[in-house]
């Protein structure tokens, strides 16, 4: 079977099974891998029909209801889910906050290279700043105790800034202030490096600390809590 087949197989799921968009591109991804990778024949043209991607309405979390939700987590997930809240921040924006992004004096956050690989400066709410102080205490002893660790190389840096600073990575300022529980080696350059904390962490938080029937049923419907917050 050629480009003819292939493209007619992806049709018919288009068109005859009415898969969605995600189960489509599945498909096209595993073929163009086989013919890729192990028959070593590229598939060159493919004229398909694309599934077409519907349109769903966002949910959105009323003001009650989002202190609602951010009043059932504990610990890190609640300042987390707070950030998200009160600073207009993205799950990942969040993940990936370092020390050094936190202005306590202007009372700001600095995303770096959010939405569109843009930076930009963001509020943030004076009581949300004990909590990450402490946060931030919470971190650099963290990082005390990896130091102690053989061959620890600090935390994980863009590659360019890792050659630009070599030593950055191992300071208070770089850390994240959402790390994860332990270093773990890095799959390009073979380090023990420090990381932040996966998105699931905080979902799994919301998953299993929300026990309101309203909030639960709102949630069900979207496909990843504060993804898009």
Not at 24 to 48: E, H, I, R, S
Request: net charge positive; hydrophobic share 40%; glycine share 6%.
């Amino acid at each position: 079977m050629g480009e003819r087949e292939i493209a007619a197989f992806l049709t018919n799921l288009a068109v005859v099974k009415e898969v969605s968009s995600s189960t489509q591109n599945q498909a096209l991804n595993a073929l163009v891998f086989l013919y890729k990778k192990v028959l070593k024949t590229p598939l060159d043209d493919l004229a398909f029909s694309y599934s077409r991607i519907g349109r769903r309405i966002p949910v959105v979390f009323s003001r009650e209801e989002a202190h609602r939700v951010i009043s059932f987590l504990l610990g890190e997930p609640r300042l987390m889910g707070s950030i998200l809240y009160g600073s207009g921040l993205r799950l990942n924006e969040c993940l990936q906050l370092r020390v050094k992004d936190i202005d306590f004096n202007l009372s700001e956050i600095i995303v770096r290279a959010g939405k569109g690989d843009n930076d930009r400066r963001t509020i943030l709410p004076d009581l949300l700043i004990p909590n990450l102080r402490r946060q931030i205490e919470k971190t650099r002893l963290h990082l005390e105790e990896n130091m102690q660790i053989k061959g620890f190389a600090g935390a994980s840096m863009p590659e360019a800034l890792k050659r630009k600073y070599p030593n950055a990575a191992k300071e208070l300022a770089w850390q994240y202030i959402f790390p994860s529980r332990k270093p773990v080696i890095d799959d390009r350059s073979g380090e023990l490096i420090q990381h932040h904390r996966h998105e699931s962490y905080l979902q799994k938080a919301v998953r299993s600390g929300i026990r309101s029937p309203p909030i639960c049923l709102r949630m069900v419907m979207t496909s990843a809590p504060f993804r898009s917050c």
